[in-house]
């Protein structure tokens, strides 16, 4: 009788156990999987997206895998075949000097694919204290055509050797019509 006792006892004891460690792994998955879910403005994308609807030129544009677009700083690396100093060198040498007189940032964004096209490009303009500002529309049409026309871009590999597609920003600086820097 007294080993069935405790039989019984360990028993209860373990079944006690599991149902309180089940009880809790059901209530942890819930809070990480719903409780904390917005349930209005809820984020539908990362901030590296561009939708297609939004950017400019290159209507043929194709990504490889829509919804897994990298940022490009996971290739290590400037993006851009002879690096930061040959991009920023051939923008420098093909942008119109004394052309233009405006004070500001021309940020532009764009999507790299798998096969190192670039496309979905979209503009923003800011003026130096990083406050929305449009900026002479030749000058920004004339950055864009000059990063459009760059066409050595890295093709993104990962760690399996697969291509893969990623964002990218250049960001110019720009005082008296003249590019002072050239970001990132």
Known sequence: ??????????????????????????????????????????????????????????????VCKEHFILEYYYLGKFPYKTNKNG????????YPKNKFSSDGYVFIRFVVNCQGAAGRYVVETFDLDLQ?????????????????QMQ???????????????SMYIAYRIEDGKITAILP
């Open 1 to 62: 009788m007294n080993k069935k006792r405790i039989l019984t006892i360990v028993l209860l004891f373990f079944s006690g156990l599991l149902l309180a460690g089940s009880g809790l792994f059901v209530y942890a998955w819930y809070t990480y999987t719903y409780r904390y879910l917005p349930s209005e403005g809820a984020i539908t994308h990362k901030a590296n997206h561009i939708a297609p609807e939004d950017a400019v030129a290159h209507a043929n544009f194709k």
């Open 87 to 94: 991009f920023r060198n051939t923008i420098l040498s093909q």
């Open 132 to 148: 929305s500002k449009s900026l002479d529309t030749a000058m920004v049409n004339t950055l864009l055509t000059l990063t459009q």
């Open 152 to 166: 050595d871009w890295e093709i993104g590999i990962n760690q399996f050797n697969k291509p893969y597609d990623y």
